[in-house]
């Protein structure tokens, strides 16, 4: 996010790669952090595998869009084709139900509110 933020505040295009419907699961990084101190709170024995993200997917177009209102501008995109020999998923969203259940986490900062803070925090 902060290169794309650097590219947007320098006027510079946003490249995407392949498609900006793509969607990923995107979590701030304080959301991040109490989930990472919760783990280390709970951990009992061993090394389970747990899934850290909101459970929420939102596309590089949603996030580029939501930019472009907070900062009052437009922002130029080009789309990137890949290597036919790469293989991106489509979908990327996580399942936290795990780490919801064993650490009692929830992330409290959804996708808008994070952008918002970024932009008020730079501007």
Not at 32 to 38: G, L, N, Q, W
Not at 43 to 72: A, F, H, W
Not at 89 to 99: F, G, H, Q, Y
Request: proline share 3%.
């Amino acid at each position: 996010m902060g290169v794309s933020l650097s590219r947007i505040l320098e006027g510079k295009e946003i490249q995407i790669f392949d498609d900006e419907k793509i969607v990923r699961d995107y979590i701030h990084l304080e959301d991040m952090t109490s989930a990472f101190e919760k783990g280390i709170l709970f951990r009992k024995s061993g090394y389970p595998v747990y899934n850290i993200g909101t459970g929420v997917g939102t596309s590089l177009k949603e996030i580029l869009d939501l930019m472009e209102k907070y900062l009052v501008k437009s922002i130029p995109r080009i789309v990137v084709k890949k290597d036919s020999r790469i293989k991106l998923p489509r979908w990327n969203v996580l399942d936290i139900t795990k780490a919801k259940k064993d650490f009692e986490w929830n992330p409290k900062i959804n996708l808008e509110n994070g952008l918002k803070r970024l932009v008020d925090s730079i501007l």
